[in-house]
């Protein structure tokens, strides 16, 4: 079935240094979604891309939609202790349906 | 604003017993969503409705049922419980725009001993 792939599966990093990660698709996706889900609670959306290439950004947050279309990237500078948790890709599982899945998630710790 | 409401937080089940998660939403969004979140893993998702009267299956829906009799309320059914289903379950909406934003409940948490 479709997934979507993440990686890296987790990082330790110190605060201040800037993250990168990625998602991957075997298909071709529309929308990307990039969701950050904190201990305990649901996720919460981030960033969403709809046009291949398209760069968005949301204060510290710059996400890309690959040119392929089969992936998407999340950078996160100047890292602080509260980006602390889990990050999620996400998009609909076929062309024009509202059938959205996630992928495997990210998970960050910043160490201050 | 209550956004998504979820209820109960957390249910101890004995396996082979049943129960009803509910959801509920006061954004008027016609699309409803249930996740389930395994320790450590991702969202799966298990059914999905387009509207009032419209469900679909999802990645995993095997052991549950749902229903969509009015736009608001998307309550998930299990029936005959299994340790299998011990997991964290998430229930989200969006509106018909094109946003792609979902929007999630706190989630339940369900323990099937």
């Known amino acids: 079935g479709q997934q979507l792939n993440q990686s890296p599966q987790s990082m330790f990093i110190q605060e201040g240094e800037d993250v990168s990660m990625n998602c991957t698709s075997s298909?071709?996706?529309?929308?990307w979604l990039w969701y950050k889900q904190d201990p305990g609670e649901g996720p919460v959306l981030l960033i969403a891309?709809?046009?291949?290439?398209e760069l968005t950004s949301n204060g510290r947050l710059t996400a890309q939609f690959g040119i392929t279309r089969k992936d998407s990237f999340l950078n996160i500078s100047a890292s602080i202790p509260s980006d602390v948790g889990i990050y999620f890709c996400a998009g609909p599982f076929t062309s024009g349906t509202y059938k959205y899945i996630f992928g495997t998630g990210t998970r960050l710790k910043v160490l201050a | 604003n209550a956004g998504v409401t979820q209820t109960p937080k957390f249910r101890i089940l004995k396996i082979g017993q049943s129960m009803t998660l509910q959801c509920a939403q006061d954004?008027?969004?016609?699309?409803m969503y249930w996740y389930r979140q395994d320790p450590g893993m991702g969202l799966k998702l298990i059914y999905y409705s387009v509207g009032a009267g419209i469900t679909d299956k999802g990645e995993v829906p095997n052991g549950y049922n749902v229903s969509r009799s009015t736009t608001e309320d998307f309550p998930l059914r299990l029936e005959l419980a299994a340790p299998s289903q011990t997991s964290v379950y998430f229930c989200?909406?969006?509106?018909?725009?094109?946003?792609?934003?979902?929007?999630f409940g706190e989630g339940s948490r369900l323990t099937v001993l």
């Open positions: 298909s071709i996706f529309n929308t």
């Open positions: 989200a909406s969006r509106d018909g725009g094109n946003t792609g934003e979902l929007f």
């Open positions: 891309l709809y046009k291949a290439g």
């Open positions: 954004m008027n969004h016609n699309y």
